[in-house]
């Protein structure tokens, strides 16, 4: 019987190990990202998934339109969860090159 409680010891502590290591970080994360769409506000800088910068013209529930470039004609509406970043209006832009 020692064998069988070994047994269920170690897939108590590989459960536990998974836990700690995959899942947990995950929902960090998503509490993150949720958080950072919620305090969004009209103005601030976003980067999509795709890769593009825009700045917030309007907000819905599930909803923005995001502003790209200079010309003020290109305004597309898009998801919450396609927004990867977002920069408050007013905070310097930092770069990483040098």
Do not use: H, W
């Amino acid at each position: 019987m020692p064998q069988g409680i070994s047994t269920i010891l170690m897939m108590v502590v590989l459960i536990g190990v998974m836990y700690f290591m995959m899942i947990r970080p995950q929902q960090k994360e998503q509490k993150r990202k949720n958080a950072m769409l919620a305090d969004m506000a009209v103005g601030d800088t976003v980067l999509t998934t795709s890769g593009f910068y825009g700045i917030l013209i309007d907000i819905s529930e599930d909803t923005v339109i995001v502003e790209f470039g200079n010309n003020k004609n290109c305004r597309i509406p898009m998801q919450k969860a396609c927004i990867s970043e977002v920069e408050k209006a007013g905070t310097p832009v930092t770069t990483s090159e040098s």
